[in-house]
């Protein structure tokens, strides 16, 4: 499940946090961890105590497939702290997970348009457009989602926003597209396991389980 900042130092009262949006993947047990390098944006955003304590419960009841009780805890950390980015995605992905994709599409756009520095946003959102069958929709989406990554080619935390991307250009452009992707990747991190791994599901044409992966808690 994607991250969109880290918990560090609250930002000074009346600055607009500036969102970390963390690496969707990582290794065992891909466990989403906030990775941008100190590159001139706001300092990472940290929600409030009860609201942090009530998404991790959400994180854990949604891991365990009890998506009532997530988005119940979700909605309660949002309503404690609604500037905290990570619930409000968490409550998109939630929606997706149990089923109710058309409220998914609508929460995740609405993430993007809070938060504009977060191409994962439309990439999610995307991915929930082309399971209802949308596909223009999704496509655009996609398309939404590599131009931010792509616009931070520079400052690119190295290797799992690289993965993201590669994930991105899959989704948009197709497996050959997707492999270049990949194999650029992985010139530069050959032991990297989760790009082996999903670069290998690319080959074998497996872009539902891809998809789905994306969606998982703790991703």
Known sequence: MPRMHTEAERPPAGKAPGLRAAALLALAPLVLAGCYAETGRDPAYVPKTRALELHRDAVAAAAAKDYDRALTLVDAALKEDGGYGD???????????????????????????????????????????????????????YARGLAGFEARTADRP??????????????????????????????????????????????????????????????
């Open 87 to 141: 619930a409000a995605l968490t409550r998109a992905v939630v929606l997706a997970q149990s089923g109710k994709l058309e409220e998914s599409a609508a929460a995740y756009a609405a993430v993007a348009q809070q938060w504009a520095d977060h191409p994962e946003a439309h990439v999610m959102r995307g991915i929930v457009l082309e399971k209802l069958g949308r596909r223009d929709e999704a496509d655009e989406a």
């Open 158 to 219: 190295k290797p799992r926003e690289e993965l993201m991307h590669a994930l991105t250009v899959y989704l948009h452009r197709g497996d050959s597209a997707g492999l270049v992707a990949f194999n650029a990747l992985l010139g530069k991190y050959p032991d990297y396991q989760p790009a082996m791994e999903l670069k290998q599901r690319v080959l074998k044409g497996d872009r539902g389980f891809v998809m789905t992966w994306l969606e998982e808690p703790g991703r």
